[in-house]
């Protein structure tokens, strides 16, 4: 039983370091690859169904060498929750062109409360006082170093609606249609990519030109913005498959709160190598952030703790005094029915 906890615990580390690294490097290779320093290519719509196509190719690899096991979901579930992430990402692109830099990182924090409050509203589910507490001071932490100037308007309001309740119902139901379909989080992600990746590529030159007024048939591609977006897809898949395995083995809530550990690494990071200007506001705000996931993963251990307390209890007492009666009595049976064999087989010896 311990040892089992312990590779559970480690497979759970490996889940979260996956996501971690392959999401900061690819912000890293996404930066260079976007930025007009970089290689200018400012098609992230389009990017991210390059992304979805690797992944969807890597799935029917998979599926075709035996890898992966593909197990049925209903086409209207897969196309339904295809929808709600394209509105995700397109929701995001647009709310981050239409809103101040601030507006766009309070909105991305208010996902974190909006997730709580659907999870509650979807599924009844209730949160301990310690969770409450961590979350408001993951909340407040990030918010701190990376929120400056707050300008909002009515069109980028909307889009930074639209883009949180889409990506918290994204992000439910990854765990949800896991549960409900017994299916893995790669075997999902191998269901869902191809009907992401074909949407996006139709869709995402039309978007990317409403963003920068470019189209993406007119960019020049050289060898080195060739190699960073595949290096992109290619950690785009990592980052993918980590996001449904942690969602799929812990909760969209928590797949939040400590993927604000994503947006620290980004900060330190891009004061190490790109030059960026760490304050002593930034460096408040990202201690507050690791005192609060450390509080939160603190709280929910202690939450599974008592969940485990009050279940084995229930366990012991689930007999009642009859069915120990009658087990007692099936025992007895057993008992003198072997009993009866072993004579018998004596006798036939014997004789």
Avoid at 60 to 81: D, I, M, Q, R
Avoid at 208 to 220: A, C, E, K, P, V
Wanted: hydrophobic fraction near 45%.
């Amino acid at each position: 039983m311990e040892r089992q906890r312990s590779s559970t615990a480690v497979s759970d580390v490996g889940a979260w370091a996956m996501n971690v690294i392959s999401s900061v490097g690819i912000i890293m290779a996404n930066k260079h690859l976007m930025s007009p320093t970089g290689y200018g290519f400012v098609f992230a719509t389009t990017l991210t169904g390059f992304h979805f196509s690797t992944t969807a190719l890597v799935g029917l690899v998979s599926n075709a060498t035996g890898y992966s096991t593909p197990k049925h979901v209903p086409l209207w579930e897969l196309l339904w929750f295809s929808v709600v992430a394209n509105m995700s990402i397109t929701g995001m692109n647009f709310s981050l062109m239409l809103n101040s830099v601030g507006f766009y990182q309070i909105s991305k924090l208010s996902m974190i409360p909006v997730v709580c409050i659907m999870e509650w509203i979807l599924h009844s589910k209730r949160y301990t006082r310690e969770v409450k507490v961590a979350v408001a001071v993951v909340v407040v932490g990030v918010g701190v170093c990376t929120v400056t100037d707050v300008k909002v308007n009515g069109k980028g309001f909307f889009c930074a609606f639209v883009a949180v309740m889409s990506t918290s119902l994204q992000q439910i139901s990854i765990g949800s249609l896991q549960k409900k379909y017994s299916v893995g989080s790669f075997e999902l992600l191998s269901k869902t990519a191809p009907i992401q990746a074909l949407s996006l590529l139709i869709l995402g030159p039309f978007v990317d030109y409403y963003l920068n007024g470019q189209f993406i048939s007119n960019y020049t591609l050289s060898s080195g913005a060739f190699f960073f977006i595949l290096l992109s897809c290619s950690l785009a898949v990592f980052c993918n498959v980590s996001q449904y395995l942690c969602i799929g083995r812990f909760s969209a809530v928590s797949f939040q709160v400590l993927g604000h550990m994503k947006t620290v690494c980004v900060l330190t990071l891009g004061w190490l190598l790109f030059d960026s200007e760490l304050t002593w506001k930034n460096i408040l705000g990202i201690a507050l952030a690791v005192v609060g996931m450390i509080i939160y993963s603190w709280a929910v251990e202690v939450e599974k703790q008592a969940d485990y307390s009050k279940a084995t209890p229930h366990l012991k007492l689930s007999l009642s005094e009859e069915d120990v009666t009658l087990l007692k009595a099936g025992l007895e049976e057993i008992t003198s029915t072997t009993a009866t064999k072993d004579v018998e087989l004596v006798q036939d010896s014997k004789g």
